[in-house]
């Protein structure tokens, strides 16, 4: 489920973000069922995942990384220039600690 968060909770998640390298790629056919898949397969392993779209991808990021969101049950952190940053807590073992 997402998760509403502070100006200073999403500026955390954005430094944290800004040393990660992009973990996934959405191609030219656009947000996929297959990148819906890997995006869940991702938060697997992560709490934190970040995109890279590519220049042929029709649509507005904006739009692509809230359907994303919304399908994946995590939070939209930012969309800046072609990345999309995604973050979903783990239930039972959180690793990254958010700022109050």
């Known amino acids: 489920m997402a998760i509403a968060l502070?100006?200073?909770?999403r500026a955390h998640l954005r430094s944290l973000a800004q040393?990660?390298?992009a973990t996934l790629?959405?191609?030219k056919e656009g947000l996929t069922p297959e990148v819906t898949?890997?995006?869940?397969?991702a938060f697997?392993?992560?709490?934190?995942?970040?995109?890279t779209a590519l220049k042929t991808?029709?649509?507005d990021l904006r739009e692509i990384g809230d359907?994303?969101?919304?399908?994946t049950h995590s939070t939209l952190?930012?969309?800046i220039g072609r990345k999309i940053v995604l973050y979903r807590q783990d239930p039972d073992d959180p690793q990254i600690r958010l700022p109050r």
């Open 6 to 9: 502070t100006s200073k909770q």
């Open 19 to 21: 040393t990660t390298r």
């Open 25 to 27: 790629q959405i191609g």
């Open 37 to 41: 898949a890997a995006v869940e397969e």
């Open 44 to 51: 697997n392993t992560r709490e934190l995942v970040k995109l």
């Open 57 to 59: 991808v029709d649509g």
């Open 67 to 71: 359907t994303l969101a919304g399908r």
């Open 77 to 79: 952190v930012e969309v």
